[in-house]
């Protein structure tokens, strides 16, 4: 029997305040459907307090898409977890591969707010994946294990961390990842939770990697796959209320 599920809608730089709110609306208006599925959503900072106002705290959990490595000071432009904290968070996104890419954020550096994070009582979504051209020289599995290692503090509370494999490969492009290289890659990913921490074993993984409403069940089925870190389709209220029965109904 599989765990309760955690599915995530990762919005990033996408919808207006009332786009925002229309689809909260809608997330709540259903939740019975999936009262035994962990939700949560990632707004763009400006948009978190508004939509926390709309949340019954019930289903549906908050989370930033960043945070900054130091809780004050003088850093213009940037998010502080604690702030993250202060608005109605519960989680927070670290070292998506957008922002690995983007704004060349090294594993030192995620592993930095990964710690801040927990001492802000967030829990941190780390995000690890390869990128295509290192899956086809067949360093998946090297590349995942190195962001992950790397990537999680010696001390952390792992009551405080949940992982997403994210094939870079897959983000946006339609091209989910294959049952197989899914499965194969959760599997390592938990070989090398449960070698970090005896708490390892409980840790939930997430696949992230344009998950839509007609692949989700094949893919929460996978052994080791504890949800979903969905893009795109969160967005759209159908898809994402989609994918959240699809992960309802997974016992
Ligand atoms: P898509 O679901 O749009 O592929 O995005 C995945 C992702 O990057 C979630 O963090």
Same mark, same amino acid.
Do not use: F, W
């Given at each position: 029997m599989k765990s309760r599920l955690f599915v995530a809608g990762n919005w990033k730089m996408n919808l207006d305040k009332n786009q925002a709110l229309q689809l909260v609306r809608e997330i709540e208006k259903n939740k019975e459907a999936f009262e035994n599925v962990d939700v949560a959503i990632f707004p763009p900072f400006?948009?978190?307090? /508004?939509?926390?106002?709309?949340?019954?705290?019930?289903?549906?959990?908050?989370?930033?898409?960043?945070?900054?490595?130091?809780?004050?000071? /003088?850093?213009?432009?940037? #998010?502080?977890? +604690?702030?993250?904290?202060?608005?109605?968070? &519960?989680? $927070?996104?670290?070292?998506?591969?957008?922002?690995?890419?983007?704004?060349?954020?090294? !594993?030192?550096?995620?592993?930095?707010?990964?710690?801040?994070?927990?001492?802000? !009582?967030?829990?941190? #979504? #780390?995000? $690890?994946?390869?990128?295509? &051209?290192?899956?086809?020289?067949?360093?998946?599995? +090297?590349?995942?294990?190195?962001?992950? #290692?790397? +990537?999680?503090?010696? &001390?952390?509370?792992? !009551?405080?961390?949940? $992982?997403?494999?994210?094939? $870079?490969g897959a983000i946006g492009t339609g091209k989910t990842a294959t049952i197989n290289d899914i499965a194969e890659i959760h599997a390592h990913i938990r070989i090398i939770l449960s070698g970090l921490s005896l708490k390892g074993d409980n840790i939930c993984i997430l696949y992230g990697g344009s998950v839509k409403p007609v692949n989700a069940a094949d893919i929460f089925q996978i052994t080791d796959v504890g949800g979903a870190l969905v893009g795109g389709a969160s967005l759209l209220s159908r898809d994402f209320i989609s994918i959240l029965h699809a992960g309802a109904a997974i016992k």
């Open positions: 400006t948009l978190l307090s /508004a939509v926390n106002d709309l949340l019954t705290g019930e289903v549906c959990h908050l989370g930033g898409q960043n945070c900054h490595d130091e809780l004050v000071g /003088a850093h213009t432009g940037e #998010i502080s977890a +604690s702030m993250l904290r202060d608005v109605g968070c &519960d989680y $927070v996104i670290l070292g998506h591969s957008e922002r690995r890419a983007n704004q060349l954020e090294t !594993n030192e550096q995620v592993k930095k707010k990964v710690a801040i994070a927990a001492e802000s !009582n967030l829990t941190s #979504i #780390i995000c $690890v994946g390869e990128t295509l &051209d290192e899956r086809n020289l067949g360093q998946a599995l +090297s590349v995942v294990e190195k962001q992950l #290692i790397g +990537s999680i503090p010696v &001390d952390v509370d792992y !009551n405080k961390l949940i $992982v997403a494999y994210e094939p $870079v």
